[in-house]
């Protein structure tokens, strides 16, 4: 099949009654009926996993920031090569297709490192902005059902379920290959011929739409049950039901996948918690139509969000899909400080890797994920299923907090620097029967518990670079000793 063959009609013959934005003027209502019990127990995996790792792997993958052989970028993200280069979708397919050739047994080797790393839950992309689709899609001939003869996305999700992984599905609402998919709408989505007239005439935005469902129908119901669905992304100018008929679609979503936990980023409104246009701009609310946890991008909030789910994605170099040009990695160390500061302040992080048009893992992403691994398996039990510190900030490093039977708490404290004098203490005023010992050999180690600090004695040595943890138990809640600012 050519590329432009796969190109030209992916689009179902498919209108919907009322016309475009018609109907997209009268909300759907939210169809969750959910208590506030319900939802934590929906969460309650979500919330326990702390780390998962997403996968961006499509098209671009192959072209690897490369065109015309020359670089693109050597930072930036690469699977927005299409729009970065401004091809038509001909052309972007043309050279694409013969460099995405995914190896057999490639989402085995993505499970297994996962899973070696102490993830727990996978999201990758099922399509992104290109709009190429990896399941065989009966409403699209742009996908690899078409193209490969193959669904790869059946091949991770059994990759995913054989590793005991959650499985997670990115799917991007903006398609740059749609020949209905109205570009114009929105001055603030990306598209590669933004600015330009519609090369075909007039487009219908419900035609894009059925497609769009479509689509999302065939994810929801082939693949058994889905844990996560990421969606991907709006603009304050094109958002929610106008654009993507949104509650319609996470209803549709909800009735075949009752347990799905779903980002935000369908709408682009403050109650859905964003602020404005930009990774960083986050409105610290959400009400629950609009999604279940908010999506910092490549950055960590300053200070927790109580009452608010939320996950920061990160890549580990500078791109989302491969880039062979890309050597801007971040080492081990910081990778897992990031998890733990994120897991301190009671958020997951959601670490992308980006492998190759075959599928193969870049080897410093295989090595951080290794780190992490050794790491998890010593001091996973201070991540999971912990919730935020009780500390607005410490000086030496992080904390993160469980509670125990019988109204005991045991604060797990992560110690980045440790302190020269031996002697680490907290703010503190710790209850009754406090215990300390380091969680890699159990070893006890002596506390002493002040009126306004609590201090552990530490070994001469930190045992662990990246960060030694010391669990600390004490009766009750934790009593934070807060100390009036000096003048005051
Ligand atoms: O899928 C990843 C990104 O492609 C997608 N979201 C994550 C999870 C995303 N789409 N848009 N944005 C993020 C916001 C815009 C980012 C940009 Fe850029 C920064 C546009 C131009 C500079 C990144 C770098 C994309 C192209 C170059």
């Known amino acids: 099949m050519t590329a432009r063959n796969i190109l030209v009609n992916s689009c179902i013959a498919f209108m919907l009654a009322g016309g475009r934005l018609a109907e997209a003027q009268t909300p759907a209502p939210a169809t969750r009926d959910e208590t506030p019990a319900q939802r934590d127990a929906r969460m309650r995996w979500w919330r326990e996993a702390r780390f998962g790792m997403f996968v961006h792997w499509g098209l671009y993958s192959g072209l690897a920031g490369t065109w015309d052989g020359k670089p693109v970028a050597t930072s930036g993200g690469m699977e927005w090569i299409q729009q970065r280069v401004k091809a038509d979708t ?16 490639f989402a085995r080797e993505w499970a297994r490192l996962a899973k070696e790393a102490g993830c727990r839950y996978v999201v990758f992309t ?8 990896l399941h065989d899609s009966k409403v699209s001939e742009y996908d690899a059902g078409s193209v490969l003869q193959r669904d790869l996305v059946r091949e991770i999700v059994d990759a995913l379920h054989a590793e005991g992984l959650r499985v997670g599905f990115y799917h991007s609402v903006i398609d740059w290959h749609h020949d209905q ?39 929801m119901s082939n693949y058994g049950p889905v844990d996560i669905l990421w969606w991907d992304y709006s603009a304050v100018d094109f958002q929610g039901q106008e654009a993507w008929r949104a509650f319609d679609l996470l209803n549709a979503v909800r009735s075949k996948q009752p347990a ?12 859905a918690g964003f602020s404005g246009m930009g990774t960083s701009a986050i409105s610290a609310q959400l009400d629950p139509k609009h999604g279940d946890f908010i999506t910092p991008e490549q950055h960590i909030p300053a200070t927790g969000m109580p009452g608010v789910d939320w996950e920061t994605c990160m890549t580990m170099n500078t791109t989302w899909g491969y880039s062979e040009h890309d050597k801007k990695w ?12 994120i897991a301190s302040k009671g958020g997951n992080y959601l670490l992308n890797i980006g492998p190759t048009g075959d599928g193969s893992v870049p080897q410093e992403s295989v090595q951080a994920m290794k780190a992490f691994g050794a790491w998890m398996k010593v001091n996973g039990g201070a991540i999971y299923a912990t919730t935020a510190s009780p500390f607005e900030n410490l000086a030496w490093g992080r904390c993160t907090r469980q ?7 045991r604060l797990y404290l992560h110690v980045f620097d440790w302190p020269k004098d031996g002697k680490l203490t907290l703010p503190l005023l710790a209850g009754g029967h406090a215990r300390a010992r380091l969680m890699a050999t159990a070893q006890s180690i002596p506390v002493t518990t002040g009126k306004l600090e609590t201090s552990i004695a ?11 943890v010391i669990e600390l138990e004490f009766d009750g809640a934790p009593n934070v000793v807060k100390l009036s600012p000096p003048g005051k």
């Open 90 to 105: 001909g052309t972007y397919a043309e050279r694409a297709i013969p460099l995405f050739k995914p190896k057999p047994g």
């Open 126 to 133: 099922t399509k992104h902005h290109d709009g190429f689709a």
């Open 181 to 219: 998919y109205e570009y114009a709408h929105s001055k603030q989505l990306p598209h590669p011929l933004l600015g330009k007239p519609y090369p075909n005439g007039q487009r219908d935005h419900a035609r894009y739409l059925a497609y769009l469902h479509g689509e999302v129908n065939e994810l």
């Open 260 to 271: 799905i936990v779903m980002n935000n980023r369908l709408f682009r409104i403050p109650e």
């Open 330 to 341: 971040k080492s081990p160390e910081t990778l897992i400080r990031n998890l733990i500061d």
């Open 403 to 409: 509670r125990l039977a019988g109204g005991r708490t």
């Open 458 to 468: 530490l070994p001469k040595e930190a045992p662990d670079r990246i960060a030694t």
